[in-house]
């Protein structure tokens, strides 16, 4: 079992930046290859960026790619997500997730997480 906190969120004007981070709890964290996932009101949660257990893959949704960066540290059992040249449509509660499963390629389905963040608000305006 593992526990997310996130954090970092918060109100950015259009184009500026913000980091995201989330802390895990545990010491099994390098196990778990993780991921950004994003729900913005009215709307259904989407995937945003996912990485594997070591960092060396990455995946990232087509509307992020180029501006947002997943890392992570497994020292600090902690992954981050940089977001740049932000736009008011990445308004939305950023949600950080674990896979459970050990699987080593990062997914991008809502279903392939099993431990969940309570997430943070991103507010970009124009």
């Known amino acids: 079992q593992v526990q997310l906190v996130e954090s970092g969120g918060g109100l950015v004007q259009a184009g500026g930046s913000l980091r995201l981070s989330c802390a895990a709890s545990?010491?099994?964290?390098?196990?778990?290859?993780m991921g950004w996932f994003r729900q913005a009101p009215g709307k259904e949660r989407e995937f945003v960026a996912a990485i594997s257990r070591n960092g060396d893959t990455t995946r990232y949704a087509d509307s992020v790619k180029g501006r947002f960066t997943i890392a992570r540290d497994n020292a600090k059992n902690t992954v981050y997500l940089q977001m740049n040249s932000l736009k008011p449509q990445d308004t939305a509660v950023y949600y950080c997730a674990a896979d459970g499963r050990l699987t080593y390629y990062p997914l991008v389905g809502i279903a392939d997480y099993d431990y969940w963040g309570q997430g943070t608000q991103v507010t970009v305006s124009s």
């Open positions: 545990g010491r099994t964290f390098s196990s778990y290859a």
